[in-house]
């Protein structure tokens, strides 16, 4: 059969949340911090080399450079730029190369001749979905052609390699749909047999930045029973913050209490530590003041659900998922719904969006 123009031979999936950027391609997952350094602000004469856990990023015929990468958290938080917002995202310069390096990054696992014809799939919260978003989206990836975009060429170098790929289709697509098509389709892109496409299916998506409350039935968005609140995990992490100033008497760094919460809950929420690092010699055990918090912070997400969704009696199943859901107390949400509805915390959360649009960006193109 012979291929139609511009029609993709490789897909790209990208979630650029406001604290976490998950990226996948069909080879591998990513994902870091939706965070930037530029180089400039950490250039030192002391500097031999680049720091650990970072990438080297630029843009064709920019003079600017960045770091990207878990390893810029180590820097002081005034040498960060971060995306976190909400007016005006996705007009940001910021948000533009997240995605620009985004796109490099999962390139750089094919040889050239493999990104000639590129589908780009990236997700946003259901209360964002608009044409104007979706058109500033496209923007960043296709070249303007009047009222209509056609295929742009992107030039990046990423440790030094020139990355370059062709972007010929955009899709952006409301978030719940990636969560919802990563349960629904298994990697063959033929439907699991949970049944969950045929049902009432609310999706609580906890991420960075928002708390994204979304109902799906027999596959459409329900578009009457939504909520989105700037209420994610970055709520709690300033909570904890306030506390330690409060109970220590120190002014602690939001990333590390980020990176500490994580690294804290890895052992799972029984057997959860969690030990702020002020400096070598400044140690402090807080593990039962964060977790007097993720409590706390629970409690909240449970009153959120309860107010979004009025017919929670007529929910099957309800389907945590987001970059941040494991910060949740497990058990205290499940027996919150354990009468109205199936609570299932999804496998693998983190990549649930992005699993699910890239099963669902193939799946489209398949049955073209």
């Known amino acids: 059969m012979t291929q139609k123009k511009n029609q993709p031979t490789n ?29 400039r602000d950490v250039a030192s004469v002391f500097s031999t080399s680049k720091p650990d856990g970072v990438i080297d990023l630029s843009l064709n015929g920019d003079t600017q450079k960045y770091y990207w990468g ?23 310069n910021i948000y533009r190369l997240l995605n620009e390096f ?25 209360g964002d979905y608009n044409k104007e978003t979706v058109d500033e989206i496209k923007s960043i990836f296709l070249e303007k052609d009047g009222q209509d975009f056609k295929p742009r060429r992107h030039l990046v170098t990423v440790d030094g390699k020139e990355i370059i790929v062709r972007v ?6 409301p978030q719940p749909i990636g969560t919802f098509y990563d ?14 496409a045929l049902n009432r299916v609310g999706i609580i998506d906890v991420g960075g930045g ?23 995990a970055d709520t709690l992490y300033n909570s904890v913050k306030s506390l330690i100033e409060l109970e220590l008497g120190i002014s ?17 929420f029984d057997n959860a530590k969690f030990v702020y690092k002020q400096s070598a010699n400044n140690i402090f055990d807080i593990t039962e003041l964060v977790l007097g918090e993720i409590d706390h912070y629970t409690s909240n997400v449970i009153d959120k659900v309860y107010g979004a969704f009025k017919n929670i009696a007529e929910i099957d199943t309800l389907l945590v998922t987001g970059g941040t859901s494991n910060i949740l107390n497990h058990d205290m949400f499940e027996k919150a719904f354990a009468k109205q509805a199936a609570v299932v915390f999804v496998d693998n959360a ?8 890239l099963k669902y960006d193939k799946y489209l193109n398949s049955n073209m």
């Open 252 to 268: 602690p760094d939001v990333h590390k209490i980020e990176a500490m919460v994580r690294d804290g809950l890895e052992r799972g």
């Open 102 to 126: 985004a796109l490099a990054f999962l390139a750089k696992d094919y040889i050239e001749s493999e990104l000639t014809a590129v589908s780009v799939i990236a997700g946003v919260p259901t």
């Open 168 to 173: 010929v289709q955009v899709l952006v697509v």
């Open 350 to 357: 983190e990549y649930a969006n992005v699993n699910g649009f």
């Open 11 to 39: 897909f790209f999936a990208l979630d650029i949340g406001n604290k976490q950027s998950k990226l996948k391609n069909s080879k591998d997952s990513y994902v870091f911090p939706s965070s930037l350094i530029n180089q």
């Open 183 to 196: 349960v629904v389709l298994n990697d063959e892109l033929k439907p699991n047999s949970n049944n969950v």
């Open 210 to 232: 928002t708390l994204l409350l979304d109902q799906i039935i027999n596959a459409n968005l329900d578009r009457q029973a939504r909520l989105q609140l700037p209420t994610g």
């Open 70 to 92: 878990a390893g810029i958290l180590n820097y002081s938080q005034d040498k960060i730029q971060d995306s976190l917002g909400f007016e005006g995202r996705y007009q940001r």
